[in-house]
């Protein structure tokens, strides 16, 4: 049976202020404040998921930034203040970025850098462990080549047994190769203990979710499409542009896509966590603003119903800004609304 992460049902990111950003005081000081984590609650959710750069934490040889950790102290006071838990996400750490995985291959090759992970986190775990009940630790976001399986299984169960030492009942949450795929979730074998978390992220169709990204390269800027569409049309528009990539989803589905779309997708997930189990959680999901309002929102509510239904605990991406802030003003047609289905 798989277990509940109970506080943590559903949730959103505040990507870009601790992490994907320009690390300077203005930023850190103005871009999420208190009035956020009020608007948050407000909204009947429980958590919220902080991605941290370790430069926030770290100076450059490695040694400690004091006023970094006070940010994280801060917003955990704001959430203890309006009644809301926190995922600490490490989203970038010293020689990996998900964002550039070319260089990011010295991480895993690198002992000295694999120890600065570690030492990392050993603070980390040092400094807030104490909120064990309300505070949770990500390992790291989104490891991406399938190369770095074997390697991220290793760093993986070395860095768990060290926060261990330090915080033994802190749930610590871990995903996959390929981005936190549901796939990579399946090759994750790490030393497991009752207090791991399995994590995935979910973007998928790609085709609809990253419509105009101007990051992914394979993907025509001008194309647009709507949602919900039929099984027939995104696989023929998925394999346009990224060939067999990202289409297996797409198997035995067909005419117009709904909510089991993504029971199936899932399938695989709630399988590894009943096998082991363990909590599911969604880190992160959402739509690009460039897809049209009301094709967001079909996808919000199908992919929430699939959710519920397979008692998936979850985070949105993102509260503000970073192309899919659900506070932006592309947004204003189905606010009301879709804060309901989050």
């Known amino acids: 049976m798989m277990k509940q992460l109970n506080g943590f049902q559903r949730g959103i990111n505040l990507g870009g202020w601790l992490s994907q ?26 958590h919220v998921r902080l991605p941290i750069d370790y430069v926030l934490v770290e100076q450059e040889d490695g040694t400690p930034r004091e006023e970094g950790y006070r940010y994280i102290e801060t917003c955990i006071e704001w959430c203890r203040t309006y009644g809301l838990h926190m995922i600490l996400d490490l989203h970038n750490t010293a020689g990996y970025s998900f964002a550039d995985p070319d260089s990011s291959v010295h991480f895993f090759a690198d002992e ?16 807030f462990s104490p909120y064990k009940e309300t505070v949770l630790f990500e390992l790291l976001n989104e490891v991406t080549s399938a190369d770095f399986t074997d390697s991220w299984n290793k760093i993986a169960s070395r860095t768990v047994k060290e926060i261990r030492k330090i915080a033994p009942e802190t749930k610590i949450v871990i995903g996959g190769i390929f981005n936190s795929s549901i796939y990579g979730l399946t090759l994750l074998d790490i030393d497991w203990d009752e207090n791991i978390v399995l994590t995935f992220h979910c973007y998928n169709p790609l085709v609809f979710t990253h419509q105009g990204a101007g990051w992914v390269d394979r993907l025509d800027k001008s194309y647009r499409t709507k949602f919900p569409a039929t099984a027939e049309k995104l696989l023929a528009d998925s394999r346009k542009y990224f060939g067999e990539d990202f289409t297996s989803d797409f198997d035995g589905i067909t005419g117009m896509i709904d909510s089991g779309f993504f029971v199936k997708m899932f399938a695989d997930a709630v399988k590894v966590a009943e096998k082991l189990e363990l909590p ?15 094709s967001t929102l079909n996808w919000f509510r199908m992919i929430n119903e699939a959710f519920e239904q397979l008692h998936i605990a979850r985070a949105v991406w993102s509260y503000k800004e970073m192309d899919f802030g659900i506070t932006d003003e592309h947004y204003a047609p189905i606010y009301d609304e879709l804060i309901k289905v989050l």
């Not at 599911?280 to 009301?294: F, K, T």
């Open 280 to 294: 599911l959680y969604c880190g992160e999901y959402g739509v690009i603003d460039r897809a049209d309002p009301e």
């Open 21 to 46: 950003c320009t690390p300077k005081k203005e930023h850190y000081d103005t871009f999420i404040t208190e009035q956020d984590l009020r608007t948050i609650a407000s909204w009947g959710l429980d």
């Open 112 to 127: 000295g850098l694999r120890q600065r992970f570690r030492e990392l986190w050993k603070r980390l775990a040092r400094r």
